[in-house]
């Protein structure tokens, strides 16, 4: 599975994005996808979910009531509408998918990471 992560940037505090993460490859089946994040000299850190046949969404506190996550199942692509951001939404968002690939079992995948610094 490839994960195709794009949209980071750098914004002013107030200020909204939009992740897009695209997976690709022999896919049977994706059970879930969400976003992480890592900020300089921190863990990585949990953002939010989607549940794929079910639409539940899961979200951080940290997050909840800004961002929205929402999916297009055709396109198998997750998004992230980030509004309102804080310079301490700054990191590197990892889109993260759980997904089955043809014969095969369940495995978690990672995309590559894109940069958001929300800064005056």
């Known amino acids: 599975v490839q994960l195709q992560a794009s949209g980071g940037g750098l914004v002013q505090p107030g200020e909204s994005l939009r992740l897009s993460c695209a997976a690709s490859g022999s896919i049977f089946m994706i059970y879930a996808m969400g976003w992480y994040r890592q900020a300089p000299g921190k863990e990585r850190e949990f953002v939010a979910a989607?549940?794929?046949?079910?639409?539940?969404?899961y979200y951080s506190d940290s997050v909840k009531g800004r961002f929205t996550i929402a999916r297009d199942d055709a396109k198998n692509t997750v998004y992230l509408q980030m509004n309102s951001l804080k310079p301490e939404d700054t990191a590197v968002y990892y889109c993260?998918?759980?997904?089955?690939?043809?014969?095969?079992?369940?495995?978690?995948?990672w995309g590559q990471g894109t940069q958001v610094t929300v800064s005056s």
């Open positions: 989607i549940v794929w046949s079910a639409g539940t969404m």
């Open positions: 993260h998918a759980e997904v089955r690939l043809v014969g095969g079992p369940p495995n978690d995948h």
